[in-house]
């Protein structure tokens, strides 16, 4: 699984996000190495890291949004890959919201999926009218998108996540709107119950931490917002016309 790799200097200015390479030294910043630095490391709880993760990806789709938006559009999985790649240049986050007194690096790993459901909801936050007009759709029996090749997920996740941005793109996006490891996300995960258990296919079993599964219905519910797919008329009708010819 790819993960990206993202590399928080705290400065008295705001924050600085640039590529984390092993065998390349830090650059950009005043601050001592981290190894002179290591007593005042401060361990991030679960909670501080969806938040702060949170954040970084509002602070790369603030300041790369048509990359962003090419990453989550992409036509195949290298344009994808590609797009990604680019995302994770320089930028600056100015504000001290993810920074304290004490820490002077921080050190984030996030996987490619997650990563693209964080950039989603950033995307989603600024079309909110746009989504909230979305409605329900009926349940199809199958759930097909070109999109699912370039997410890196496991294809009954992404499938579930076109159904349940489909059938009911609300609860989807009241997710979304909620902190992370919040009580309003507990809250609204109980809300999708129904449809998790109606929109995942007859003898899968879902294995998804919460963070992912909430990546993959935001990526899903910004696909059908900006790459719906054609009606289920229109599609049985081209693939009626592709047999025959």
């Known amino acids: 699984m790819t993960k990206l790799r993202l590399v928080l200097f705290a400065t008295g200015m705001g924050l600085m996000a640039t590529p984390a390479l092993a065998d390349q030294p830090e650059t950009g910043t005043r601050l001592s190495p981290p190894s002179s630095r290591g007593v005042n490391s401060v361990a991030m709880t679960s ?19 048509v990359l962003s938006r090419q990453a989550l559009l992409a036509p195949n999985a290298q344009s994808e890959s590609e797009a990604m790649s680019k995302l994770m240049g320089e930028v600056r986050c100015f504000g001290d919201d993810m920074s304290n007194d004490l820490v002077g690096m921080r ?3 996030i996987p490619n999926d997650i990563m693209r459901g964080m ?22 029996q199958i759930y097909q998108r070109d999109w699912y090749a370039i997410t890196g997920r496991h294809i009954t996740v992404d499938e579930m996540g076109a159904c349940i941005a489909d059938t009911n793109p609300a609860g989807v996006l009241a997710l979304v709107r909620t902190v992370p490891t919040s009580k309003e996300e507990s809250a609204a995960f109980s809300g999708l119950g129904g449809n998790l258990g109606t929109c995942l296919r007859a003898g899968t079993k879902l294995q998804a931490s919460r963070q992912a599964l909430r990546a993959a219905l935001a990526d899903a519910l910004y696909q059908r917002l900006n790459a719906p797919a054609p009606a289920p008329a229109a599609a049985a009708a081209t693939a009626v016309e592709a047999a025959k010819n």
């Open 47 to 65: 909670r501080d890291q969806a938040v702060g993760a949170k954040r970084i990806a509002e602070c790369i789709y603030n300041r790369k949004g």
């Open 119 to 140: 950039l989603a909801e950033a995307a989603l936050s600024r079309s909110n009218d746009e989504a909230a007009a979305l409605r329900p759709l009926p349940l199809q």
């Open 107 to 109: 050190i984030v790993q």
